[in-house]
């Protein structure tokens, strides 16, 4: 009985894989055509690059308390790491296997992060539409784009980094070396775009109004994309969770569910061997479930 479980759950875990495999093609593919229509837009709109964070903690220290510092969440991650691994093996009574399935939570506190991080940005971007429509409101025939940020109202996320801007030119601060800092504390590729116009515009003198309702459009446009990926992206992580969920399902109930079973898994290379490959194929997936997250950036 056990060795037909057994080759059921790898079949199980093989399609998975495959199935990873070919959304992760699509994805590719829908992301090349995107940067070919992209190459095509105003120059004023044209992607902007991400600024590269060496230290993932970077940017959640921004806006964090001071006890999130790199040694304590380093700190953190060993102790979720040396638990979970103290748990799942008295359960399983193999090492390795265990040392396998404690891997996600030794970085459970870094993708914890960076979710906090990218719910963030999440938020601002969708702040977007509505904080240019108030913008535009104020800009006069003056085309002051600072006394226009200064009377419009914010709300959070973005409106500390607003703030730290205003005060920064306020001290004396450039413009331009004010609007390439609020341009990094926010690092939200949609609002680099319209920081990196909004520079251009101050200094050869052209039309804000104008650059808002060009943006408006786009960002409008790409938040309506946005909302259909997820949907579509969502049924794929659903799909993967229930797949893998459904292989430990097995393994637990029907391995471990009779003493033979366990026996075989404990004492036999070939039965060790089987619940590794099980181990690292779970692994594998929790860390495409997380590439997949992240494809909706």
């Known amino acids: ?48 690059s991400d600024i590269v964070n060496v230290m993932y903690i970077k940017n959640l220290l921004k806006t964090s308390n001071k006890y ?28 390795i296997a265990a040392i396998i399935f404690s891997l996600p939570f030794l970085i459970l506190p870094y993708i914890s992060l960076k979710i906090l991080i990218r719910f963030e940005k999440s938020k601002i971007k969708r702040q977007l539409p509505v904080f240019v429509v108030n913008l535009k409101g104020h800009i006069t025939n003056e085309n002051n784009i600072i006394l226009a940020i200064k009377q419009t109202t914010i709300e959070e996320p973005l409106k500390k980094y607003i703030l730290k801007f205003l005060i920064s030119v306020e001290r004396g601060m450039n413009i331009n070396d004010a609007f390439e800092f ?17 520079k251009i515009c101050y200094l050869n003198g052209g039309n804000f ?11 409008n446009k790409q938040l309506i994309q946005e909302e259909k990926e997820k949907e579509k992206s969502l049924s794929s992580i659903i799909t993967l969770m229930v797949m893998m969920l459904l292989n430990v399902f097995l393994i637990i109930t029907y391995v ?12 036999t290379l070939s039965g060790r061997l089987i619940l590794d490959i099980n181990a690292i194929c779970c692994v594998m997936c929790l860390l495409f479930l997380y590439k997949m997250y992240k494809m909706e950036d």
Do not use: C, H, W
């Not at 510092?69 to 193999?94: M, W």
């Not at 471990?256 to 004492?267: A, D, F, M, V």
């Open 68 to 95: 999130v510092t790199p040694i304590n969440i380093i700190f953190i991650s060993i102790i979720f790491f040396l638990i979970s691994f103290v748990l799942i093996y008295s359960f399983l009574k193999v090492f």
């Open 182 to 198: 609020l341009k990094n504390e926010v690092n939200v590729k949609e609002f680099s775009n319209l920081i990196e116009a909004f």
């Open 1 to 48: 009985m056990i060795k037909y479980i057994i080759i059921l759950s790898i079949e199980l875990l093989m399609l998975t894989i495959l199935y990873i495999i070919f959304y992760n093609l699509l994805k590719s593919s829908k992301n090349i055509k995107f940067r070919i229509e992209s190459s095509n837009q105003n120059i004023l709109f044209k992607k902007v």
């Open 256 to 267: 471990y569910g009779s003493k033979e079973n366990i026996n075989i898994i404990k004492e």
């Open 209 to 219: 109004v104008a650059i808002l309702d060009k943006f408006l459009l786009r960002i």
